[in-house]
């Protein structure tokens, strides 16, 4: 290519990728932001049929976060065919055709935006792509530790990054449903323990769940429990849902 037209192609891309004003600047004078769009400017200059992007908002801090994926953005918009390797889950929900969730050495889950984030089908998939953070434990027979049981949810907030309002939400409805609901009926006889305990935290949208399982006969600890618990209960879930086929299953949203 003559340099003329090098020059002025050179010039075009640092527009469009708006770094007009750096074209005299050396690499070391410009942040980190400008050095990753400055790369896809000198891709660009390639021609590619086709633009491979590996993790290109690795290391950046969040406003040349915003500079790069702005300028990605914008090329996917001009039909720029592109293969991206990311973390940033919202990007890619509102910028792809197609996501492929990559894992066991493969493609372990495609789909359209719309199937994998917000119904993904494979377990995998779905906690990596709502950050899920789980703790799965059982309270058996006798011998509870109530001591020990609080710690073991505490720890698993702090694991989630929990706000402590959260927390302390979290260990109130757990309290209330676990200790004053089902384990003094169960511990009476009408309930078949261990009562299996699900908790997860979402970081993308869901917030706090909680899920319990227990066998015996039907025991709706909503309606049926310490009435002044449940109160408490339902004032503090954004939702409470009881259902019985064949065990006991109650499902709490926070």
């Known amino acids: 290519m003559p340099k003329h037209e090098a020059q ?8 469009r990728v708006g770094l007009a004003d750096k074209a005299q600047n050396f690499p070391e004078e410009l942040s980190g932001g400008q050095q ?19 993790e290109p908002t690795s290391a950046l801090d969040p406003t040349n976060v915003a500079e790069v994926l702005a300028v ?3 090329l996917a918009h001009t039909g720029m065919t592109m293969l991206v390797v990311t973390h940033e889950m919202r990007f890619a929900h509102s ?4 996501v492929f969730y990559m894992d066991e ?16 089908q494979r377990e995998k998939t779905r906690r990596f792509i709502k950050r899920l953070k789980t703790l ?7 011998d509870v530790n109530y001591a020990q049981i609080n710690k073991g949810i505490e720890r698993f907030g702090a694991d989630a990054v929990l706000s402590p309002e959260d927390l302390y939400r979290l260990l109130m409805v757990f309290e209330e449903v676990a200790f004053q609901g089902i384990l003094p009926v169960a511990c009476g006889g009408r ?15 869901e917030g706090i769940t909680m899920r319990m399982e227990w066998g015996g006969e039907s025991f709706d600890p909503l309606t049926q429990g310490d009435e002044l618990s449940m109160v408490l209960v339902q004032k503090i879930a954004s939702s409470a849902c009881y259902r019985f086929e064949g065990r006991n299953e109650l499902l709490l949203c926070l």
């Open 72 to 74: 990605i953005r914008s």
């Open 95 to 98: 910028v792809s055709n197609r």
């Open 8 to 15: 002025a192609l050179g010039m075009e891309l640092l527009e």
């Open 191 to 205: 309930c078949e323990l261990p009562l299996q305990n699900r908790i997860e935290y979402a970081e993308m949208g």
């Open 36 to 54: 990753q769009r400055a790369a896809i400017a000198r891709a660009l200059a390639m021609r590619p049929q086709i633009l491979l992007l590996d």
């Open 105 to 120: 050495g493969g493609i372990y889950e495609e789909g359209t935006p719309e199937q994998i984030f917000e119904s993904p």
């Open 136 to 142: 799965e434990f059982c309270i058996p027979y006798v």
